[in-house]
């Protein structure tokens, strides 16, 4: 199978597990386990994981003048948007979140834009600011105060900064993961993680009361750490080696429809005629801002 397709599923893979999760996790928070205390399962699992897989990985020296990006990857990839984006899921709802991640392949396109001189187009135009529009519209007008949601505005704001985070990140990591094996860089993006975040999300989880979680529970944080921190990873790791940054990032499409879909099946959310437009107004900007200007045809 070629290189690009396998390349192409494993993005897909990683979108899907994503997409479960902005239900899954959901369903923990807060009663069981805070934000902070399942960034801390996280970031330890990773860690673990991914040093531990090096043992069966090609042995790398990483060059000194790269420790800087690792680590810059490992604030805005394994910090910030880990820490907003389980912040802001206790707050809001899953098809919100769903929705505003949606916005990454537009903030991957405008740090493009601003890092990597990137061409942008006035239909690209047209499509950030429609998708921002969306995204701005769901902040601050999806007031859907619920038990489970109690500041779905705050919450939607840091879901945004989570998407803008993890679009930061898809820039700093592509070269590195063309340069090295993939398991080389999440060793060490997962070692500085770990570093950033355990004075951070230590003492939750500290505070975590293990005899009071349900089975479930321990099949939820099972899935979250296991899939969500080292599957997806691994799986956008070796996408990001084959695939474009925007192209991975247009994989985002997907997500929030097995985000609504199983989120609706399983009784955890609902559409609204907010969500509907704030939806329309997402989708719509992806696309324009994604699209490719066509080849003009040749004459024979």
Request: aromatic share 12%.
């Amino acid at each position: 199978m070629k290189k690009r397709i396998l390349a192409l599923l494993a993005a897909l893979g990683a979108t899907t597990i994503y997409g479960l999760n902005h239900t899954v996790a959901k369903g923990i928070m807060p009663e069981h386990l805070s934000p902070f205390a399942f960034i801390f399962l996280r970031v330890i699992g990773g860690f673990v994981f991914f040093w531990a897989a090096t043992w069966f990985a090609p042995k790398e020296r990483i060059d000194r003048a790269d420790f800087k990006n690792i680590f810059l990857a490992a604030v805005f990839g394994a910090c910030i948007n880990m820490l907003s984006f389980f912040s802001g899921l206790e707050l809001s709802t899953p098809i919100n979140s769903a929705l505003i991640v949606t916005t990454t392949p537009i903030t991957t396109l405008v740090l493009s834009v601003i890092f990597l001189k990137e061409e942008v187009t006035k239909l690209k135009t047209s499509g950030i600011a429609l998708g921002f529009l969306g995204a701005l519209s769901l902040i601050l007008l999806g007031q859907e105060v619920r038990s489970d949601a109690p500041n779905p505005t705050l919450g939607n704001a840091l879901i945004m900064l989570n998407s803008i985070s993890y679009s930061i990140y898809l820039i700093i990591v592509r070269n590195l993961m063309q340069k090295y094996n993939a398991f080389t860089i999440l060793k060490w993006i997962f070692t500085f993680s770990l570093l950033l975040n355990t004075p951070i999300t230590l003492n939750d989880f500290m505070a975590i009361d293990w005899p009071g979680i349900p089975l479930w529970g321990y099949g939820t944080i099972a899935f979250v750490v296991i899939g969500v921190t080292c599957m997806t990873f691994l799986l956008n790791a070796y996408a990001m080696s084959e695939l474009k940054a925007s192209t991975i990032g247009v994989f985002s499409y997907v997500q929030p429809v097995i985000a609504i879909v199983f989120a609706v099946i399983a009784g955890k959310d609902r559409f609204t005629a907010t969500k509907i437009a704030a939806a329309t107004l997402v989708f719509t900007g992806v696309f324009m801002a994604t699209r490719k200007k066509a080849k003009p045809k040749e004459v024979s």
